[in-house]
């Protein structure tokens, strides 16, 4: 079992940066393909990106790429999200998850959530 806790989010102004940390639990977490989502008020829930067990490999959707960088230290038991050129539609709460799998996109493929962060983007 893995547990999850997201911490750095926070209000920015648009164009502004900002770091979240995501800390996991157990001995397994190199196992483990990790992915952040995140959900705006009103709408699903959304595939930000995702980082294979051993950090190789990466995918993000179309509308973080170039702007957000996803990375892992297993030696730490931690998966961070860099944010960069933020906009006021990145304004959402963030979850970190694991998934058994890397690839995945589908919130339905991950096994192990954390309780999310605000991000709020002003203009």
């Known amino acids: 079992q893995v547990q999850l806790v997201e911490s750095g989010g926070g209000l920015v102004q648009a164009g502004g940066s900002l770091r979240l940390s995501c800390a996991a639990s157990?001995?397994?977490?190199?196992?483990?393909?990790m992915g952040w989502f995140r959900q705006a008020p009103g709408k699903e829930r959304e595939f930000v990106a995702a980082?294979?067990?051993?950090?190789?490999?990466?995918s993000y959707a179309d509308s973080v790429k170039g702007r957000f960088t996803i990375s892992r230290d297993n030696a730490k038991n931690t998966l961070c999200l860099q944010m960069n050129s933020l906009k006021p539609e990145d304004t959402a709460v963030y979850y970190c998850a694991a998934s058994r799998s890397f690839g995945e996109t589908s919130e339905d493929r991950y096994n192990y959530w954390g309780q999310g962060t605000q991000v709020t983007v002003s203009s």
């Open positions: 980082i294979s067990g051993h950090g190789g490999i990466t």
């Open positions: 157990g001995r397994t977490f190199s196992s483990y393909a």
